[in-house]
């Protein structure tokens, strides 16, 4: 399966040709306006692969990427491409310093993009994660794909759902605050809203005393998978 690449810029033209010129080549393409849709479709789904544009409104891509790179982070290895209208050295330096894989300066043609993008799939390979299924009683979990299945028959998973499960299989046992749920989901959403997200997979789980998704008091909340 070709892998799949999740491209983040503020300019919707360049996103759809992006992505077109990426599809053509036969990669799975995602996209996001700004760094919260990011965040969002990060928490989501499995990428291999970030093209993250510099200089977006409110939360910059070199922001992002920093907070993509901290000890604490699900995605501190996810290889990311940055781009940017600024070729300065120090520009670039920078950009490099704060963890990028490789850096581009627009315009460019397309064709080199492809060619960076292999090239730093090939050095960081060894690197990307591999899918896990995590099992939860007659449940099974398969965080790549953010599906949850039992018997072999998919329970259908709302996408904010989705993003709540995956978050915390990917760190089994982990404690999770609700602010930080709520960061990692990517958009504006209330503690309250993650408590009902909760209840609700504890019912699609048949979790009635909450075995698997525990209640960390004055903490927040774990995914307890069996051992």
């Known amino acids: 399966m070709m892998p799949m690449v999740?491209?983040?810029?503020?300019?919707?033209?360049?996103?759809?040709?992006?992505?077109?010129?990426?599809?053509?080549?036969?990669?799975?393409?995602?996209?996001?306006?700004?760094?919260?849709?990011?965040?969002?479709?990060?928490?989501?789904?499995?990428?291999?692969m970030m093209i993250l544009d510099i200089m977006m409104p409110k939360e910059t891509g070199l922001e992002l990427l920093s907070s993509m790179r901290s000890a604490q982070s699900s995605y501190k290895h996810l290889p990311v491409i940055l781009l940017t209208a600024q070729d300065g050295l120090d520009e670039k330096i920078h950009g490099l310093m704060s963890g990028a894989d490789d850096y581009l300066t627009k315009p460019f043609e397309p064709k080199e993009l492809i060619a960076r993008i292999e090239t730093v799939l090939r050095r960081t390979q060894v690197r990307r994660p591999v899918g896990i299924d995590l099992c939860l009683g007659e449940y099974i979990f398969k965080v790549e794909k953010a599906a949850l299945f039992k018997n072999n028959e998919e329970i259908r998973l709302t996408s904010t759902e989705q993003m709540v499960l995956r978050i915390l299989a990917q760190h089994p046992n982990q404690p999770f605050s609700r602010t930080d749920l709520a960061h990692r989901i990517g958009f504006v959403i209330s503690d309250r809203s993650i408590d009902v997200q909760i209840n609700r997979l504890r019912r699609k789980l048949e979790d009635d005393t909450s075995k698997y998704l525990k209640t960390i008091?004055?903490?927040?909340?774990?995914?307890?998978p069996d051992s």
């Open 6 to 48: 999740l491209v983040v810029d503020d300019d919707m033209r360049l996103r759809e040709l992006l992505s077109k010129f990426l599809v053509d080549y036969s990669y799975r393409v995602q996209t996001a306006a700004n760094a919260a849709q990011a965040r969002a479709q990060l928490a989501s789904q499995h990428f291999d």
């Open 217 to 224: 008091r004055h903490v927040g909340y774990a995914l307890c």
